[in-house]
């Protein structure tokens, strides 16, 4: 059984940076995609940032490119979603999830093993 832990969520300001953590365990870790997924209140999950396998090919949002960093270190089974310039509008439950396949993906379908997810709140 895959479990994945997520952490390092929390209140900031606009402006702020903060990082995500998200822990997975079982040895399928280095050769599957993760990925970060949010839900704000009323919305619906959408996708943040993916990573595939090895770290070589990366998907972001529209709307945190340029922001946001997502990047995995293979020897400690953990990937990392780095957030700078955080906006009011960033304000949700934050999701890893580990991918089905090893390669990348936008599409939600294409991950299992969800975490319980981190709250990100980002003041004005």
């Known amino acids: 059984q895959v479990q994945v832990v997520e952490s390092g969520g929390g209140l900031v300001q606009a402006g702020d940076s903060l990082r995500l953590s998200c822990a997975a365990s079982?040895?399928?870790?280095?050769?599957?995609?993760m990925g970060w997924f949010r839900q704000a209140p009323g919305k619906e999950r959408e996708v943040v940032a993916t990573?595939?396998?090895?770290?070589?090919?990366?998907y972001y949002a529209n709307s945190v490119k340029g922001r946001f960093t997502i990047s995995r270190d293979n020897a400690k089974n953990t990937v990392y979603l780095q957030m700078n310039s955080l906006k009011p509008e960033d304000t949700a439950v934050y999701y890893c999830?580990?991918?089905?396949?090893?390669?990348?993906?936008?599409?939600?379908?294409?991950?299992?093993?969800w975490g319980q997810g981190t709250q990100v709140t980002v003041s004005s």
């Open positions: 999830a580990r991918g089905l396949f090893y390669q990348g993906s936008s599409n939600e379908a294409d991950f299992g093993s």
């Open positions: 990573i595939n396998w090895n770290g070589g090919s990366t």
């Open positions: 079982g040895r399928t870790f280095n050769n599957r995609a």
